[in-house]
């Protein structure tokens, strides 16, 4: 049996994961679920899948847990706080961590199971773009697998060599092709952008998704962060790198070879695959997907992205060239512009505007030889000065 510890159980990826352990019981088994505040959930979570631990990130959140699941035999034991992320991310009876937390929150527990040379199946992308060479490094020095869930990139993974760590150039690739759907925006025109409520960003047209994510879509900062995900994942740079727009997401993503060929990926947009294939590696499993039939896709279009409408995405690709502490600063203003998007404090395009002027305000600083608390430092400085451009914005 493999143990999974199941990082944000209670997210649209959590839940997925869920799905695939159901389905191959007699090979997966939870040892851990986490949430945040969302007790009832996670309460119905451990009743389904019996865990020998159950954490919410939130202390009140936990006493709630403990309320829910007094009468259960066999109660897993709750833990809460980040000290109990951190604690479920190494059990020796976890095989496999699921990094499905949302933002930066997650870094602190994925750093650990990394740490702790676990198989990592990485969704919290946010994690790489704060952290990146800490956490490469960790895995690196512990012998960890990072596994990556992001569809773009596990289409990627599964389109490069097994010995990709040699360096792209090395197995002979010259680019890769990052598909984006776009988003529900992506042909909206730019004078409207300014009257984009919530509910409307996070009406993804091919996938459903956490709300996070969703608006990150929305702006295409989603595409932004995993080309940020993807220099580290595949040790590459922005000039290798090129955003596809592809609305149908059928192609999860490509890699261009020297002699011509280019290789995709294709599935249904259904985050069952990328786990499933992550959970399995090398082998295969059934993810509970339909099968594609290319039939009824019948045609595929791509787009370029257009920069003016998507400043975000620009905005990520001057941090990723620039790196230091860039990369950190634009994801933690992002999250808290995001928020303050979805609190309705402020208009879409001023997502963009948060971030730009974050990454203006702070200097750049070097990250190489810095740890974990110097970058949580970033990142709540980071955010500090967003939550000060959101009230500016906001009044
Ligand atoms: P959701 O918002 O659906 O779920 C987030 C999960 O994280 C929930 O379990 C939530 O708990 C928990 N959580 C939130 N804040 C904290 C915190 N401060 N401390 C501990 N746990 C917390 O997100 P998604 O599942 O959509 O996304 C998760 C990650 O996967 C993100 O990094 C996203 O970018 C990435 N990803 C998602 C994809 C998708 O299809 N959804 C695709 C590719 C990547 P609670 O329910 O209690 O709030």
């Known amino acids: 049996m493999i143990g999974v510890t199941v990082l944000g159980a209670t997210g649209s990826i959590g839940v997925s994961t869920l799905d695939v352990i159901t389905r191959h019981a007699d090979r997966f088994r ?22 020998k631990y159950a954490v919410m990130a939130d202390a009140d959140a936990a006493k709630r847990l403990r309320g829910l699941l007094a009468d259960m035999p066999e109660c897993p034991e709750i833990l809460s706080g980040v000290a109990g ?62 596994l990556p869930i992001d569809s773009e990139h596990n289409a990627i993974f599964q389109c490069l060599p097994p010995n990709f760590a040699d360096g792209l150039e090395a197995v002979g690739v010259k680019r890769i092709l990052l598909t984006a759907s776009g988003g529900p925006l992506w042909n909206w025109p730019i004078d409207r952008l300014a009257s984009v409520t919530p509910e409307q960003a996070c009406a993804h047209p091919t996938w459903a998704m956490g709300r996070k994510i969703s608006v990150d879509s929305a702006t295409m900062m989603n595409k932004g962060l995993e080309v940020i995900e993807a220099c580290w994942l595949f040790g590459t ?51 509970g997907v339909t099968p594609l039939d290319l039939f009824s896709v019948a045609h595929l279009d791509f787009h370029k992205p257009d920069l003016l409408r998507f400043p975000c995405l620009g905005l990520a690709f001057d941090a990723a060239r620039i790196g230091g502490t860039a990369p950190a ?5 992002n999250e808290v512009a995001v928020a303050a998007f979805l609190d309705r404090l402020i208009d879409l395009p001023g997502i963009a505007a948060v971030v730009g002027e974050t990454l ?36």
């Open 329 to 333: 600063v634009l994801n933690a203003a």
């Open 237 to 287: 740079d922005t000039d290798h790198i090129e955003v596809v727009v592809h609305p149908q997401s059928v192609i999860h993503s490509l890699v261009q070879y020297e002699d011509g060929s280019v290789l995709a990926q294709l599935g249904h947009p259904d985050m069952r695959t990328p786990i499933a294939h992550a959970m399995a590696w090398p082998h295969r499993l059934d993810s």
């Open 30 to 51: 939870a040892i851990a679920l986490t949430a945040n505040t969302d007790a009832e959930q996670l309460a119905d979570q451990c009743r389904r899948h019996r865990p």
């Open 360 to 395: 203006a305000a702070l200097p750049n600083e070097t990250v190489s030889g810095q740890g974990l608390e110097f970058l949580l430092d970033v990142d709540q400085r980071a955010r500090n000065c967003a939550q000060q451009l959101v009230r500016a914005r906001a009044n």
């Open 85 to 146: 992320l951190e604690q479920v991310a190494v059990l020796p009876e976890s095989d496999f961590v699921m990094a499905a937390i949302v933002g930066a929150a997650g870094l602190r527990p994925t750093l650990a199971a990394a740490r702790a040379g676990k198989r990592v199946l990485l969704a919290n992308k946010e994690s790489l773009v704060v952290a990146g060479a800490l956490l490469m490094e960790a895995v690196a020095d512990n012998g960890a697998e990072l």
